[in-house]
């Protein structure tokens, strides 16, 4: 859906080169790489400096509360002073922090050290779409922040490997001198790239808190943030325990094909879904997508009588995960004003960062209780069946609209 209020989709049209947005994407691509590669590792490293399970556990959970804590007060920010220079302090976090456990590797150091990354976190996300939408031309939003979500997934095959693949033939302090460089380059990547102007002051909120307050006044938003907290649920089910359902299931050892398989149909979606959303309307190829999404997960019940459904799980939900991602955030972006993107970002990063572990809160209860299977099922014709209302809630509210 496109609004026609200018008020809403004003955009400054800045012609930017192609070399503008390489640096861009390279800045992305590495950040992301070695974002999931801590989170890929840091478990381990925490097992592997003498912690316990629970302590290990427990560096990843400080990690994403801090960076909601650290979002709320500082994605307002971004709007009130432009991304870069916060972003810049991110990335700069990402590029200084694995030094602290080369000098240092006890596991006090690595709390440290992870609150220390939770403040990249919290800027870095929600600058790099932002940015994206600040920089894409009129009426092309959807397409570019699909490109720019390639690098994401990008990130995601290339990091945690690389980083895996290192630690096993070397050590953690060489990945952590490749993840300090890369990330270096990472920031002279981005310190380069030509951003938009910063909006006027007049239009920003002063304080975090009214800021959120201008955010929540667009009411249309509602329906949009009710559906990423759906996907987040059900997304988190599926990262955190369909490697664990799909080996119980066939015993095949298919789930780092599954993985493989889910990052490339999620890549091919990006850019699919963009351009579709960009043509036909957010609301008509957003909640499809949710829908794909849920009946990829519904279909993992049938796992144990049909084991090779693992492949076109795998594909249903590479294109339900990434394609729902990436419409629903531009569909944020259509209602939010200039001034206002980057806290309105924040606000569906918390959302997500909230719901994904109240997923893998739930999903890990039922592995106890009912079995991931029924769990799957039940996730899934519940994200399927929430639309329904967030579709008619959207409607309602865009028909409200000046």
Known sequence: ???????????????????????????????????????????????????????????????????????????????????????????FTFATSPLLLIMSPTY????????????????????????????????????????TRIFFNLGLLAGPSAALTLIEGVSYNSWFIVSATSSAIALAAMA???????????????????????????????????????????????????????????HRGDGPLFFVILGVAGIASCLGAGVLSDRFGRRQVGWPMLAVLGTGAALFYFLPSWPALVIICAIILGIGIQGTSLVLTAWLIDLSKPSHRATTISVQENTIDIFFALGALSFGMAAEGP??????LAAGIMTVVLIIPLNKASLALARQSP
Request: charged share 10%; no cysteine; aromatic share 12%.
């Open 1 to 91: 859906m496109q609004l026609n209020n200018p008020d809403l989709n004003q955009n400054i049209s800045i012609d930017y080169s192609w070399g503008n947005w390489a640096l861009f994407y390279l800045a992305t691509f590495l950040f992301m790489a070695n974002l999931f590669a801590a989170v890929a590792i840091y478990p381990a490293y925490s097992l592997d400096i003498g912690s316990s399970a629970f302590q290990a556990g427990l560096q990843s959970t400080i990690f994403a509360l801090a960076s909601v804590l650290f979002r709320f007060f500082l994605g307002p920010r971004l709007d009130r002073q432009g991304p870069k220079p916060l972003m810049l302090v991110g990335i």
């Open 108 to 147: 006090t150091m690595l709390i440290s050290m992870r609150l220390y990354q939770a403040l990249g976190l919290a800027v870095v996300l929600p600058g790099i779409s932002t940015l994206a939408a600040g920089m894409a031309p009129t009426g092309r939003i959807g397409a570019y922040l699909g490109t």
């Open 371 to 376: 079995g991931l299977g029924t769990a799957f």
């Open 192 to 250: 380069a790239v030509k951003t938009p102007p910063v909006p006027s002051v007049a239009e920003i909120a002063t304080g975090s808190l009214n800021q959120i307050k201008k955010v929540f006044k667009v009411k249309q938003i509602y329906p949009v943030i009710g559906g990423i907290a759906v996907y987040s649920f059900t997304y988190s089910a599926v990262i955190s325990f369909a490697a664990v359902h799909i080996e119980s299931s066939s």
